[in-house]
Structure formats: C-alpha cells, structure tokens
C-alpha cells in the first residue's frame, strides 16, 4: 500500500499458560497436535525484482493462524458470542456452523451465543434475544443459503451498547462476520473493551462478495458467487444466440471493484464486453461502447453483455444517498444500459432481441460450492483458535494460500480493485475481444485510469 506504514503485529490480551486441549497426531506414542507457533510467518511481499532486500520484520510479516500449543483462555470458563452483519453472502452459515463446531468439540466450550441481526441483536429495547448454539442446533445449516443468525446494517457505531451486552452475557470472546465497514466497528469494540479492562477477543471473519478485501487471495462466497454468474451468463448466451441481433446483458455485484464480473467473464468464455467500476468507458462517439456493440452485432449477429454494479456511475445522476452501513447508494447501471441500447438502435432503425438478467440476491442467497465450503470451514477454525490464544483486533485471511492473522486496522486501510493494468484485466480484454478502452476522449480516460490504477497497486499483487 503505497505510503502507508505496514505493520502487521497482532495485539493479544496476555500470555499464554493454559494447555490446549486440541490432540491431533500420534507421535512417540503422545498424541499430539500440530500446532503454530508465534514465531511462524508469511511474507507479504513475495515478488523479487532484481535484489530483493524486503525487510524480514513485522512490515513484511503476517503471523501464521492455527491452534497454539499454549492457550490464553481456560476452555471451561469460555463463554463466545457470534454475529452477522451487512448483507448476504454465500457461505455465511458455513463459518457459523464451523466456529460453532470448533470451540464446542475441540475445545469444549459449553457457552455459545448467536447475536441475531448483527449489531442490533446487542440493543436489549429491540428484543432480539440471542440464540444459545450448539453443534446440534447447527450441523445442517451449512445446507441452506442466508444466516441462520440474521444479519442487519448499521449499529456499529453504538460501541458502548455492544460493550455493555458483551460484560452483561459474560463474554470473552466475540466473532463478527462482516465486511470492512462492520470490521471496523470490530476494531471500535476491541478498543472499548480494552479501555474497560475486560478480558474479550474480537476476531473477524472478513465478508464481502465483491472480493475487494485488502492483502487476502479471496473472500469467503466469492466463488459461488462466480459460478453462480457464470450460469448466469450461460442462460443468457443462449437467449442472444438463438435470437436476431440478440443481446444478453448482466449486471452483477461489485460496487467499487470489477472482480466477480471479470473472473465470471473468464470462467463463461462468452462475453463479449465486460465493465467494471475500474475502467471508465463512454456510450456515444464513434469509440463509445454503443457503436462498439453495434460493430459486434454487424459481425458475430449477437453479444453478451456483463456489467458491474458500480460500472459507469459518472454516466447516471448520483442521489449522494447512503444506506445505513454508510455506503453510497449506486444508481441502476443495468436498468440504464438497458434502455439506452433499446433507445440508439431504435433511432438506428436496426431490430434487436435485448433480454436482461440481475441475480444479484439469487447469487447473494446461495448455498455455497464444494470450495468455499472448505474455506469457510478454515476459516471458522481458524477465527476459534486465535480466540482462544487469546488473540484479538484480527480478522482471519488466506495470503499466499496460507491462513494468517491479520490486524484489523491493516484489512480496512484501503480496498482492493482490479489493476487495470495488471493481468486479470489483461486476460479479460483477451477473452472478450473488446476495445482496451471504450472512450473518444482518451486523455481523460487515462486519468481515470491512473486514479484507479494507483487504487489498485495499493497492494503489492501481479494478479490484481
């Protein structure tokens, strides 16, 4: 992250003397575990470039996730609360049912509370009482989209309440599941209870569909949500196709990065324009996207369409309107490309067949593929084991195929995009054939970029 000061030391609330109770292999004739260690590490920055003299220090180390041989917490004694935030993700039930599993199995851990509707299952005058888990009540809800917990925006900025509910119900341990606006009032309550003196790790597990989580290699749901729109797209290839000037249009999730759109765009190898928040791109002009697609059409008789959420937004009349997370609300790009393709081919005199897909929700709602099942089980375990050590203001991320610690402050600096320079974007204009850029004034297109593309290289990634 260019001009930031790195540092990934991970704050702990004390040291470490209780035996784990985790047995794991048999060796020597003791049954042991194969347990991290504080001293385990994976670098951050891994590309060499010539000399590489990356300092081998807490700016270049991200401390390595799984169970400690020593624990700060006496299992008997533990009492978790778990809660969901934000919106809908695949996968959201799958690290509940793993967390759960984790600390009432591995650790013997009796007390679990479920805080339903996110942080509004903390505020006694709304009425949510908390749901009392078990691996019983849970072992099926993997098998089902949504959370069984409930989810809400906004409350995160009530931290005193959240405080007050946590030493009300005893508890010492808190996972939240969200995204980087729920994160960091993860961080917010951290702190508050810090400054109270009460013994609590807050570990979050990092949600968001879009991907654009910072340092980590991909968001729980992600996949699903890409083989989810890769159907998506199939369905809608085959309605262009099979019709005169057809014309498939998509819109999926991304609010300010493009890369459902992209990796769904390289999985159908069937669309033939791919726009994403990224890249900006004109409508008019000889260059613009609309004579672009009419080129297509005159060529190949069809096209399919894949456009991101946040696409095109300096095309469309802002409301500077914000839903209760505090994120700004986006104009409609799928309704707007829409009506106007319906519109310049109509004045063009030229037929066309447009049928358009949003499976926004449908996507958001799944139950997740056989992979981000597995990694939703990690990463459950793995939020339960840092707990336990004691661990806290961290959320648990893959980096380099690797489970990690990761300090919250670090995930919710910045958010990741798609580098449109870089190579996934490189791959996507090769799979659709599309114009590199879609716009007739290209010096403002490349200040666009340029904004983005310093976005993008935030973190140090060739893939992004």
């Known amino acids: 992250m260019a001009g930031d000061t790195l540092d990934f030391t991970i704050e702990s609330l004390g040291p470490c003397t209780v035996n784990s109770p985790i047995e ?4 020597d004739g003791q049954n042991r575990a194969n347990y991290a260690r504080d001293d385990q590490f994976i670098r951050n920055n891994i590309y060499v470039s010539g000399k590489n003299d990356d300092a081998l220090d807490m700016t270049n180390l991200m ?13 008997k004694h533990v009492k978790a609360g778990i809660c969901t935030c934000g ?12 967390i759960v599993r984790c600390l009432n199995t591995r650790y013997g851990v009796k007390t679990i509370k479920g805080y339903q509707f996110g942080f509004h299952g903390f505020f006694a005058e709304e009425g949510y009482e908390p749901i009392d888990l078990d691996r019983y009540l849970i072992d099926e809800i993997h098998k089902i989209g949504g959370t069984y917990l409930g989810t809400s925006r906004g409350g995160g900025q009530r931290v005193g309440d959240i405080v007050d509910c946590l030493e009300r119900d005893n508890i010492n341990m808190l996972f939240i599941i969200g995204g980087d606006g729920t994160q960091r009032g993860s961080y917010d309550i951290a702190c508050e209870v810090e400054k109270r003196g009460y013994k609590c790790a807050v570990v979050g597990i990092p949600k968001t569909v879009d991907n654009d989580l910072m340092f980590i290699d991909r968001s729980f749901g992600f996949e699903t949500a890409v083989q989810r729109a890769k159907e998506a797209i199939a369905a809608i ?18 609010r300010e990065a493009g890369f459902i759109a992209t990796a769904a765009t390289l ?7 791919c726009l994403i928040p990224e890249v900006p791109f004109e409508l008019e002009g000889e260059n613009g996207f609309l004579a672009c697609l009419e080129r297509r059409l005159a060529k190949r008789g069809h096209a399919v369409i894949v456009v991101s959420e946040g696409a095109g937004q300096d095309l469309l009349t802002s409301t500077n309107a914000t839903d209760a997370s505090g994120n700004k609300k986006l104009a409609d790009i799928g309704v707007y490309l829409k009506s106007q393709i319906e519109k310049y081919f109509k004045e063009k005199g030229t037929e066309i067949n447009l049928k358009y897909i949003d499976p926004g929700y449908q996507i958001r709602a799944s139950v997740t593929v056989a992979s981000d099942s597995v990694y939703c089980e ?11 050590a004691g661990k806290t203001k961290l959320v648990i991320g893959l980096v380099h195929d690797k489970f990690v610690h990761l300090p919250i402050k670090m995930v919710t600096q910045h958010r990741n995009a798609v580098n449109p320079e870089g190579s996934l974007w490189r791959d996507t204009l090769d799979a659709t054939g599309q114009p590199i850029l879609m716009v007739n004034d290209m010096e403002a297109a490349k200040a666009k970029m340029a904004k983005a593309v310093a976005e993008a290289k935030k973190k140090p990634s060739e893939q992004k």
Do not use: W, Y
């Open 24 to 27: 794991l292999s048999r060796v």
């Open 63 to 75: 401390e390595k996730a799984g169970p400690r041989e020593k624990i700060f917490f006496d299992p």
């Open 87 to 98: 919106g809908l993700c695949p996968g959201l039930n799958d690290v509940i049912r793993a």
């Open 237 to 254: 290839h085959m309605e262009a196709a099979s019709q005169i000037n057809g014309i498939g249009l998509v819109k999926l999730m991304g």
């Open 267 to 273: 999985a159908s190898h069937e669309t033939n324009f």
């Open 378 to 388: 990690r990463l459950g375990n793995n939020a339960v084991h840092a707990a336990m």
